[in-house]
């Protein structure tokens, strides 16, 4: 049985990615759902795959469901449509968006074929992570106790050293401009 190895980039930055590794009688329904774990995306919102070319033109749709929109030809359904019948290149690629609304992109591309599935591993599985992905909602969770961890650690009460009040003068050598000109005054001389 043949695994593929996608790898999964983020439209806005190629140098963030993620390698996934899927039997070829997989469905698209698990990609989508190993992307978006991969990624900590949860699964809340529409998805669609497009297939696509070297150019990253969009082409025939993949969707997990029919969505009220207009369709040059109606979408095979994500559930339904397993991820072998959709290859027809060795170095196929996909368009992938999740969330109409934010319009999250992602570029994926088969790297790899392999004719053995490994007994230690459950496909869908993530092989690889590079880079830090994008926040589906805004900032990574910093809240809670993770934030009180990191106020500790670098002390980020009001009073900490070397945080004064805006406009407050300062005693030490810091203040002192050295422009390269000789700001002293001649005394005595008319």
């Not at 806005?12 to 991969?38: G, M, P």
């Not at 109409?100 to 230690?120: C, M, P, Q």
């Not at 934030?147 to 002390?155: A, G, S």
Request: charged share 35%; hydrophobic share 30%.
């Amino acid at each position: 049985m043949a695994v593929l190895k996608f790898r999964a980039y983020y439209e806005e930055d190629d140098a963030i990615y993620r390698d996934i590794v899927i039997k070829h009688t997989q469905t698209f329904l698990d990609l989508h759902l190993a992307i978006l774990k991969s990624y900590e995306f949860d699964s809340k919102h529409k998805a669609t795959f497009y297939r696509s070319n070297d150019h990253w033109e969009r082409g025939r749709e993949i969707s997990v469901d029919k969505y009220d929109k207009e369709y040059r030809a109606q979408p095979l359904l994500m559930a339904e449509t397993t991820i072998g019948s959709e290859i027809r290149d060795p170095n196929q690629k996909f368009v992938y968006v999740y969330d109409f609304d934010k319009n999250w992109t992602f570029l994926v591309e088969l790297i790899n074929v392999t004719k053995e599935e490994s007994s230690k591993i459950t496909y869908p599985s993530v092989s690889r992570l590079e880079g830090i992905g994008p926040q589906q909602y805004g900032t990574r969770s910093l809240l809670g106790s993770k934030f009180v961890e990191i106020e500790e650690k670098y002390d980020l009460t009001k009073g900490s050293e070397g945080f004064g009040e805006e406009g407050e003068e300062s005693n030490g050598s810091d203040d002192l401009i050295d422009d390269g000109e000789d700001h002293s005054e001649v005394v005595g001389e008319d």
